[in-house]
């Protein structure tokens, strides 16, 4: 993987339960001998079918006498193990948005060696915590530079495109489009800089509340630049002729994807109260 020769998917959201609530996760790992059996269904699985994944992280239930968050564990999977069985690809927006797009995916009787068990049973949630903090930080810094590329692209189509006899950029509600656009930018930018001197400097632990602010703010940005670029831009902003219309989907489901606003919003407000009262 480090090479860049194969592709992991990690494998956690089920359909049939609420998944921002990872603790209502079925999938069934069960220990048989020498190896684990899984029987269970997985959506929105990234890469799942890109020709490249050659590995799955999979979450599932393997103690549930255990309490809430000691329940579950985190198994590798070669992807083409017998008993996986591809459902369907999901589109986002209908459009395929990796190489090969998200996939649903049913689990029926798939074995792997014990060995496969990354750290032990009931270590699921350790493990998705440690994963999932720099994958949000590394998204906020991608929107940054997306929502940056829209306003310029914003910031060039102004000055050449002519309405009732002047450009664009003449109009005073597409000056204020760009300014505000501009400030939204430079506040994300601001604040994912801080998070990652915290991370660097302080480490995970004391990063934790800005890793949330930024996984609230950057998406809810770009999401909010790319959508004043469209009008901006027009026809053209929602066609395949820039990249607007990606960056839009790319913040509207990343809205949803490794954990809904609202509950990073909650997570925050929580930390937040118990930093400001607890010192
Ligand atoms: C493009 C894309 C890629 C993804 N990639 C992956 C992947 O690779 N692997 C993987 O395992 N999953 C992946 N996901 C799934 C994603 O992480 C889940 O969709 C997400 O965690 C939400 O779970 P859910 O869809 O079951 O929504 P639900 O849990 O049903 O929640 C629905 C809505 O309820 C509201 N809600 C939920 N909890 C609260 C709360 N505490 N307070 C207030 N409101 C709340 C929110 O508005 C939320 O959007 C991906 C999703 C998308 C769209």
Redo the contacts with the bound molecule.
């Keep these: 993987m480090l090479a860049g020769e194969i592709r992991s998917?990690?494998?956690?959201?089920e359909p049939q339960v609420?998944?921002?609530?990872a603790t209502n996760m079925e999938l069934e790992i069960k220990r048989d001998g020498d190896e684990y059996v899984l029987n269970g269904r997985?959506w929105?699985?990234?890469d799942a079918v890109n020709p490249r994944c050659k590995v799955m992280l999979v979450m599932g239930k393997s103690n549930p006498e255990n309490p809430r968050h000691r329940q579950h564990s985190t198994i590798l999977v070669p992807r083409h193990t017998p008993g996986i069985k591809l459902v369907r690809e999901l589109r986002?927006f209908d459009s395929l948005?990796s190489p090969a797009g998200?996939a649903e995916l049913l689990f029926e009787d798939v074995r792997v060696p014990v060995t496969n068990m990354i750290k032990g049973e009931g270590c699921g949630f350790e493990i998705a915590q440690g994963r999932l903090g720099p994958g949000r930080f590394q998204y906020a810094m991608g929107f940054v530079g997306m929502a940056q590329r829209c306003l310029e692209l914003m910031c060039s189509r102004v000055e050449e495109r002519v309405a009732l006899g002047e450009p664009l950029i003449k109009k005073t509600s597409v000056q204020h489009e760009i300014a505000r656009c501009r400030c939204d930018i430079e506040q994300a930018r601001l604040l994912t800089l801080h998070a990652a001197h915290v991370m660097d400097t302080q480490g995970m632990t004391a990063a934790r509340p800005l890793i949330s602010m930024v996984k609230i703010v950057a998406p809810q940005m770009a999401q909010q630049v790319a959508d004043r670029a469209m009008q901006v831009f027009g026809g053209m902003g929602v066609c395949q002729d820039t990249m607007i219309p990606e960056v839009f989907m790319l913040a509207r489901?990343c809205r949803?994807?490794?954990?809904?606003d609202?509950?990073h919003m909650?997570q925050l407000g929580k930390m937040t109260v118990r930093e400001i009262n607890e010192g």
């Design positions: 998917a990690y494998a956690m959201t609420a998944s921002s609530d997985k929105w699985t990234t986002v948005h998200e489901f949803i994807a490794d954990g809904p609202e509950v909650s």
